[in-house]
């Protein structure tokens, strides 16, 4: 499904940040300048071995960029869209990015405070450096990673706010001296793996919502919310989604055949028909026009008790 604009994109550079952790360059191959963009702002990559992968934009971008810039930390344990990316990708090869998208963006405040973990660094780096650029001060870094040696741009963190903390011999970072006062003057993004999110959710329960803004990067860690009937419509099949399930997981139980890639709400490949009921959507892929009558079923959910959904045809193929 292509319900975003895509950019055929040459690597123009690649290579090693740290061990795990590889940068690369991509740029139009005529030379045009790209779609604009903002901090925090993540495009999605169709890797040479077919996975659809959500990357941050590590530089802070602006109106008309001539590069996007990613780093892609090889993850063994995932379906493999990281590896082909480290494997597969080379000077040279050329790659389907979607338009950037941006729901992590970089909200007006007096002051900051970032907390990045591992990989992590990367959208929190482009607003760090978009920050400081423009001469803030109160621009304060936590970056919590395992070691030097595997610490992305450990060189450009080394100022009087920032705090870099390696786990390895010395255990995890206790963050409530950072967080136990809450500060209306000072909004918190923490970006990370999920048990770091958890945690700076959970130390952050006392201060107000609008100034904690989380993102995670694994998929399949989605909040869920509450039980409800999907019917799926060509058959009138009637599935119980409970509170731990998403809805493609749950459709998938019962047999029907939904295709998948990021599971993370990035990509559209789960899309599926809304034909009744009210959806909660929670992916950042669909169009507000497109989610008239359509949701990603590995991230939304339904608003009410019951849900009918089917097949969803693109239209542009149909
Ligand atoms: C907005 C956004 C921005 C991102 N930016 C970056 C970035 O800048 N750099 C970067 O390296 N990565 C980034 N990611 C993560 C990236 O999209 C990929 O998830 C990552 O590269 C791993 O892909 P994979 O196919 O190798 O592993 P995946 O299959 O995606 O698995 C990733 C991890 O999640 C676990 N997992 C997978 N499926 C499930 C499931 N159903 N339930 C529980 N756990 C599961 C796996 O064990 C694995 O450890 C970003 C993700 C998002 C959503
Ligand atoms: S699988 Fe990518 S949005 Fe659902």
Redo the contacts with the bound molecule.
Sequence with gaps: MRSVSELRLRVSAAGELTPT?RRFVLRDPAGSRLPAYEPGA?VVVSTPAG?R????L?EPGGAQPREYV??????T?????????HDDVAVGTTLVVSAPAN??PLAPSPRYLFIAGG?GI??IRAMVRRLRAAGRAGVRLLYLTRSAAETPFLEEFAGPEDTVHHSGGRGRLDLWPYLGVPDDDVRIYCCGPPALVRAVRTLTAHWRLSRIHL???????RQLSSPFTAVWAPDGRRVGVPAHLSLLAALRGEGVRVGSS?????CGTCRVAVLDGEVEHAD?VLTESERVASMVACVSRARSTELVVGPYQDEELA
Excluded: K, N, Q, W
């Design positions: 952790v993540h996975h992968r959500a990357y941050s590590v990613l780093c892609v930390r090889r993850d344990d995932g379906r493999g869209g990281s590896v082909s990316m729901r992590f990989i990367t959208p993102e995670e990067f694994a998929a399949g860690h990021c599971e993370a709400g990035v950042s």
